[in-house]
């Protein structure tokens, strides 16, 4: 009996020997600070882990690298966290035995990104747990800001540690260093992988990997199988991987993946981040091009709808090699089963997704599809390009509605006086400047529905305005291919009307412009001009748009007329950037008023050359529709209410819509 006990004794203390040990790292107390043997942090103050050196508790010993930020204990208004920054990691060790375990609980579950450099590290929630066996385990901080941890459990035992990377590789297999030679392998040819891959994109059984040469040229590949890891993109796989060369349907693949280790450190977004091929669909459809296995973004394409089967077109208008348009395509599958946005056959979309090749085809599996967020008028204006598709995000405000037959027409206006220069934003060089209005010409192309439905709304909600952009360098033009929303319970702001007075020799007018222009008026050779002084041409009125105000101003050759008019150009300006950032500006020709056309819509104010009484009595109001017919009452749409004075005078008094 005593023999009995004697080895059940012996046999129970030798299994508690080798049973786990508990160690707890306490960073969010005073108590727990000082009992790990750092000093407590002062109030918005914190202990350098680094500097202050490894400290061991329990046989486990803990120590520290500074990443972005140094690696330290915090002291928020008396709430302790342990901080670890971009980059910056912490190792536990043991000098005997191993780790086995370790469970990190989060302060903040925000930026709660570390990843280990042996076994699987894992996070739910608010907690992350490390499984393995070894002697020293390191957790690196890889996301933004900081992970903030509040205690950290370390689970240790007295047996040696295991053989973390698995069963040993057949010195005798074929060796592989680069994915570019991996096409040349035979079809079954099982090889390991000597070079360093990082991840590009990992979908259920589908992970993208890439790898760069020494001049920085990126080679894609595609592993398919279970490789017993999740990865982050950018993390780099270390060499050792070992995989089959496989071919399916013209895809070349690498199968039956084994011996994946974790990710050695974490590169940065440039690295995964998409290749920006806008404008090259008809490119990176060819399979010779070789663009299988590359993750792509194309801007501002149009899509096909989508069917039940989330197969759709990617439509891009380009330019062949022999410079011919052409229209480029692209077939996509919903290959990760996204979320699809609702087409709008007249909008246009950015798409990201992964290009591979099916039968000699090539397809593309999105990752994302965004409609396009659109654009500020004085982008469009100044950087965009005629012929694109253009969605406004402005509140635009209608002026002026001219109809003449087949143009028709409506002048809008952003009426900002400032904007948000962002052009150099990476560069640190964004910045508020002050800006004059833009305008543009809202071209319905005739039709009498569209035109008559936007020239009775006053204000047009941001992001209904679409069409293609035309005649961007002198009279700029939307052409549309939807009908704009009215912005409901928005009121008509005043609108910044600019005034240019001939008699200064003053005219700065953009292409399809509202505006006022003040002027003498009188005939030379059977035509009519205005001018800045009797005798002296300088620019040449044109009457297409309202004929009948020809009639009235003649009868009263030589007054000075104040003009409701639409401004266009004949020529593009000279651009001057050093002088006017974004701008364009006159010639420096001393006849530049000569590339003007002016389109008078009515008549604002008259006087005669002699000098006239003043009177304060109305004689008479009148209603100038947007079209130039002048009425006793008011007409449907928009209408400038005109008055008139007794001594001949007119000034408008407010704008309406009936």
């Known amino acids: 009996m005593k023999r009995f006990f004697s080895i059940f004794m012996m046999a129970f203390l030798a299994f508690f020997a080798s049973m786990a040990a508990v160690v707890t790292f306490d960073f969010s107390t005073a108590e727990g600070i000082i009992a790990m043997g750092y000093d407590v942090p002062a109030q918005s103050a914190g202990t350098n882990l680094t500097q202050a050196g490894p400290v061991t508790v329990g046989g486990v010993t803990l120590s520290a690298t500074d990443g972005a930020t140094e690696t330290r204990i915090w002291n928020s208004q008396g709430r302790y966290t342990l901080r670890i920054y971009v980059d910056g990691s912490i190792t536990f060790s043991v000098a005997q035995g191993s780790i086995t375990a370790i469970t990190v609980n989060a302060a903040n579950t925000s930026n709660f990104d570390l990843i280990a450099n042996v076994g699987d590290y894992t996070v739910n929630g608010a907690v992350g747990t490390w499984a393995g066996s070894a002697a020293a385990v390191t957790l690196t901080h890889v996301g933004t800001k900081n992970t903030q941890v509040a205690t950290i459990v370390v689970t240790t035992s007295d047996e040696d540690p295991g053989d973390d990377t698995g069963d040993p590789i057949d010195p005798n297999i074929t060796k592989l260093d680069s994915l ?14 000597t070079s360093d891959v990082y991840v590009n994109y990992q979908w259920n059984e589908y992970l993208w990997v890439m790898q760069l040469d020494e001049e920085g040229y990126a080679t894609a590949g595609l592993i398919y199988g279970d490789t017993g890891k999740t990865y982050s993109l950018g993390a780099v796989i270390p060499a050792g991987w070992t995989g089959v060369k496989k071919t399916y349907k013209g895809l070349v693949e690498i199968g039956d993946p084994g011996h994946f280790a974790n990710a050695k450190n974490i590169l940065d977004e440039d690295y995964y981040s998409p290749f920006d091929c806008t404008g090259y669909v008809n490119s990176i459809a060819d399979p010779e091009e070789g663009w299988e296995n590359f993750k792509v973004f194309f801007g501002r394409v149009r899509l096909s709808d989508i069917n039940e089967q989330g197969i759709f077109t990617i439509y891009s208008d380009e330019t062949d090699e022999e410079g011919n348009d052409i229209e480029a395509t692209m077939t996509g599958y919903n290959k990760f089963g996204i979320e699809y946005p609702e087409v709008d056959p007249v909008e246009v979309y950015d798409v990201e997704g992964m290009v591979i090749i099916y039968n000699d085809v090539m397809e593309l599996y999105p990752i994302a599809i965004t409609s396009d967020p659109g654009m500020r008028l004085w982008k469009a204006l100044y950087e965009g390009e005629d012929g694109m598709q253009v969605k406004l995000t402005d509140t635009l405000y209608v002026a002026a509605a001219v109809d003449a037959g087949d143009a028709k027409l409506v002048y809008v206006t952003d009426n900002v006086d400032e904007i948000y220069y962002d052009t150099y934003a990476e560069w640190g060089y964004a910045e508020w400047m002050p800006w004059y209005p833009d305008w543009i010409v809202l071209d319905c192309s005739g039709d009498e529905v569209l035109f008559q439905a936007i020239a009775d709304m006053e204000v047009l909600k941001p992001c ?127 006849d530049y008023f000569t590339n003007y056309t002016i389109h008078p819509l009515a008549i604002l104010s008259s006087s005669a050359v002699d000098e006239v009484e003043a009177a304060e009595q109305i004689t008479d109001v009148k209603y100038v529709s947007p079209s130039g017919i002048v009425s006793q009452q008011p007409q449907n749409g928009v209408n400038i209410v005109v008055t008139t004075r007794s001594n001949g005078s007119r000034s408008v008094t407010k704008r309406l819509n009936k």
Request: proline share 4%.
């Open 180 to 193: 570019h030679h991996l096409a040349a392998l035979e079809d079954g040819t099982e090889f390991q992988f």
């Open 464 to 590: 209904t305005v679409k069409g293609v952009l035309a005649d961007r360098t002198t009279n700029p033009r939307l052409v549309l291919n939807s009908v704009p929303v009215a912005l409901d319970g928005a009121e008509l702001p005043t609108l910044t009307l600019f005034q240019y007075d001939l008699s200064r020799d003053y005219l700065t007018a953009m292409g399809s412009e509202v505006g006022r222009v003040d002027g003498y008026f009188y005939y030379k050779e059977g035509e009519a001009y205005l001018c800045s002084e009797l005798d002296t041409v300088m620019v040449k009125l044109n009457f297409d748009y309202a004929p009948a105000l020809e009639a009235e101003m003649a009868a009263k050759q030589g007054h000075n007329f104040a003009l409701l008019c639409v401004f266009t150009l004949n020529e593009p300006w000279e651009e001057n950037v050093a002088e006017a950032p974004m701008r364009r500006i006159h010639a420096t020709d001393e």
